[in-house]
């Protein structure tokens, strides 16, 4: 498997409080990307990020912020959490923007 | 905008059945298409990826096929047994993976 590890792999919070996911990669690769899935949905791209600080919008990237100071770390963060915003979260990293992506495990997040 | 579906949206089959998995996507100028696997509490998989340029794409015994004009892809396995039992879903991207559109998946289960 790549070295790809999100934490917390579950998290229960309140409305209104601020959330933080973070993906680590132990593969050095460029691109790094977060999802939600959804049921009927499929996945979704939140943002992803092409380098250390650099970082661009996806399909559903209101009410959600990025970050990568370090190559190795993408952090989503959700400012001010809604109940729209329970889902379960991946990340994916990839080498080139055209290589095939590979997920971590998720974090199963529920807003009540 | 893109769309991509996938029909049936869950299918059981007995074990050693051939199968026959489907994706449509509404518009046909694609970049790539991809297939991936996701068992229950995990990421996805991927398993073939098909450029816009080719027809199709073998891995043991599982072959994916595209079909641009049409907006169609399947993913044929052969001789399906019980650890085939997943979620496979398609993907399609328009310019490169940056912007891959998900269809909600089909949930196979393989009876021994």
């Known amino acids: 498997d790549a070295g790809i590890t999100q934490s917390p792999r579950h998290k229960v919070t309140e409305t209104g409080t601020p959330v933080t996911l973070r993906c680590h990669q132990t593969?050095?690769?460029?691109?790094m990307y977060w999802y939600r899935q959804d049921p009927g949905h499929g996945l979704r791209l939140i943002h992803y990020?092409?380098?250390?600080?650099?970082?661009d919008k996806g399909e559903v990237s209101d009410g959600y912020s990025v970050s990568r100071s370090k190559t190795e770390d993408f952090l989503l963060t959700l400012e001010s959490a809604t109940s729209s915003q329970t889902s379960v979260y991946f990340c994916a990293i990839s080498g080139t923007e055209d290589q095939p992506q590979h997920f971590g495990d998720g974090t199963r997040l529920s807003i009540l | 905008k893109q769309e991509v579906t996938q029909i049936p949206a869950a299918l059981s089959v007995p074990e050693g059945e051939n199968l026959v998995l489907n994706c449509s996507f509404t518009d046909s100028a694609i970049y790539n298409l991809q297939w991936f696997r996701q068992d229950p509490g995990k990421g996805l998989t991927s398993l073939l990826l098909?450029?816009?340029?080719?027809r199709e794409q073998t891995s043991g015994r599982l072959n994916a096929s595209l079909d641009k004009s049409s907006g169609r892809s399947t993913l044929y396995i052969a001789a399906s047994q019980p650890g085939d039992s997943a979620t496979y879903l398609c993907a399609v991207s328009i310019y490169n993976n940056n912007d891959m559109r998900f269809g909600a998946g089909t949930r196979l289960t393989v009876k021994p």
């Open positions: 098909i450029q816009s340029s080719q």
């Open positions: 593969e050095n690769h460029r691109y």
């Open positions: 990020s092409y380098g250390v600080k650099d970082t």
